[in-house]
């Protein structure tokens, strides 16, 4: 007798396994609902946790269920501003938590939403201090986004700093250093180049950050050049050489990478490849 509730058991078991599935698969070819209806309103941050029994890590867990769920086919901007909105209540409950900064990540920056997604990333980076990702991509929503490429790098060299592999930590270093060159301030590009050169441990690379550390001083020298020049004479220069003529310069600068300067279209001081082409700053 015990032997066959044993197998009854078993069989009930299998039989509500078999209807789960069968009930389950017409649920997920069914078409999706409509996203004003997922994300119409934001709930009250106390609600969210009434809601969730008083346990702000389930609330968290619900609202990120909320936004995973939300088709983003056909969402018009406040529906992104909803969930932007959503992502940050999410980043208060629970600051770790991963899905909702990669989320965010994909989504909320490409469409308008940069400040929430700061916000998130902001709260991922203080709370998941073992993730190099929170704070790189901080840095590269800095650099593309807010047109902030010192502030960015920052980010990136932090991000390199919490990176567990060594080839990608210098990789990351390399990044923040390319990002840190496309700023207007090169005086405070030259700064963060040095400092990137002290604080890494390998002489290679430090070697190519002083390099580059001296190409954008030069730089510099020449910028302030140009800028005595045309206060003196009233208009750009055509050329380098004009520096010269009229005694700014006593000699030209030259570039540590074994290339060149000269001026761009609007006679500002740039890198000249060795074929002749314009590099800019980098």
């Known amino acids: ?106 989504l909320l920056p490409w469409n308008g939403q940069v400040g929430a997604t700061q916000t998130i990333l902001e709260a991922a980076t203080r709370s998941r201090p073992f993730d190099w990702l929170p704070p790189f991509h901080y840095g590269f929503n800095l650099l593309h986004f807010l047109k902030q490429p010192a502030e960015g790098a920052e980010w990136a060299r932090l991000a390199s700093e919490r990176s567990t592999d060594e080839m990608q930590a210098l990789q990351l270093q390399q990044m923040a250093a390319n990002w840190v060159a496309k700023g207007e301030d090169l005086g405070l ?60 310069l006593a000699d030209l600068p030259i570039d540590p990478f074994g290339e060149g300067y000269g001026l761009d279209s609007n006679g500002r001081p740039t890198v000249i490849g060795r074929g002749g082409r314009v590099r800019g700053k980098e």
């Open 189 to 248: 590009a030259v700064r963060m180049h040095r400092a990137m050169a002290d604080q890494t441990r390998h002489k290679a690379f430090a070697a190519f950050l002083e390099k580059r550390a001296t190409r954008l001083e030069n730089l510099l020298v020449l910028e302030k050049a140009v800028d005595t020049y045309r206060q003196r004479v009233g208009t750009f220069p055509v050329s380098l050489q004009q520096l010269l003529k009229e005694n700014v």
């Open 1 to 106: 007798m015990d032997s066959l509730r044993h197998y009854a058991g078993g069989i009930v078991a299998c039989l509500c396994y078999v209807a789960y599935a069968c009930a389950v698969q017409p649920l997920y070819q069914r078409p999706r609902p409509s996203v004003s209806v997922e994300m119409q309103v934001v709930l009250p941050r106390f609600v969210q946790v009434i809601l969730a029994a008083g346990d702000r890590y389930l609330a968290a867990n619900l609202a990120g269920f909320r936004t995973l769920v939300a088709s983003t086919a056909n969402m018009e901007p406040e529906n992104f501003r909803i969930q932007a909105l959503v992502q940050m209540d999410v980043a208060w409950f629970n600051p770790a938590h991963e899905d909702n900064y990669y989320l965010a990540t994909a």
